[in-house]
């Protein structure tokens, strides 16, 4: 059975902090996507990766792949109020269909 | 259109009134989701379609049907739900691509339902 962890589970910061978010699993993924998903709406796709040790930069946002697909990371950097929100990450997995597997999210306040 | 649009926003439901929730997409993906979510936890796979047809069901309690009309529309269809099926109730489309292994699945924005 596939699992992810996210760490932290929540996290309030100051405007303007810096912070990063981790997603561990025990098992190798095909891909890895990042979700910012805000109070009673749906997830928002926000990055997909997909080969050992990628980096995408999505303006303060950065993302990495693990070297060996099973870990990812989100850095944000100098963190704005409109960052609030919770960042899902999921592991994809070869099947009939576009699976995924759900971490348990983290749940990011920041404070003007 | 890279929109995956849910109707209606809110629905309020009594244990015994059947109603439905509706989802269209128009980016040609071959693939449609159902997901329930709780607050704050992640959402909850129910159903998958593919090309039209069912190919998971989540061990679903039969009060919840999904239908699938055609390739842009999912539906999915409540009758003598529970107070604990209150949820956020997420529709997802996806390509299929068999040329890349992105799997990445785009949300609609939610029905919140809430049962009295």
């Known amino acids: 059975t596939q699992l992810l962890e996210q760490s932290p589970q929540f996290l309030s910061i100051q405007e303007g902090e810096n912070l990063t978010v981790y997603c561990n699993s025990s098992s190798v993924f095909s891909s890895l996507q990042w979700y910012r998903q805000e109070p009673g709406e749906g997830p928002v796709l926000l990055v997909t990766?997909?080969?050992?040790?990628e980096v995408k930069k999505l303006k303060r946002l950065t993302f990495q792949f693990g070297d060996a697909r099973k870990d990812s990371s989100l850095h944000i950097t100098a963190a704005q109020p409109g960052d609030t929100g919770l960042y899902l990450c999921?592991?994809?997995?070869?099947?009939?269909?576009?699976?995924?597997?759900f971490g348990p999210g983290t749940s990011l306040s920041v404070i003007p | 259109d890279t929109e995956v649009t849910q109707t209606p926003k809110h629905l309020v439901m009594g244990m015994t009134n059947k109603k439905s929730l509706k989802c269209e997409q128009h980016?040609?993906?071959?693939?449609m989701y159902w997901y329930k979510q709780k607050a704050k936890k992640p959402p909850e796979l129910m159903f998958v379609?593919?090309?039209?047809?069912?190919?998971i069901n989540e061990s679903v309690p039969s009060r919840f049907s999904p239908e699938c009309p055609n390739s842009s529309l999912l539906n999915l269809h409540l009758h003598a739900l529970q107070p604990e099926d209150s949820a956020l109730y997420l529709c997802?489309?996806?390509?299929?691509?068999?040329?890349?292994?992105?799997?990445?699945?785009?949300f609609g924005p939610g029905t919140r339902l809430t049962v009295l």
């Open positions: 999921a592991g994809g997995i070869r099947t009939s269909y576009d699976k995924v597997i």
């Open positions: 980016m040609g993906h071959r693939a």
């Open positions: 997802a489309s996806s390509p299929l691509s068999s040329q890349m292994n992105y799997n990445e699945q785009f």
């Open positions: 990766v997909v080969t050992g040790g």
């Open positions: 379609y593919s090309y039209e047809k069912l190919s």
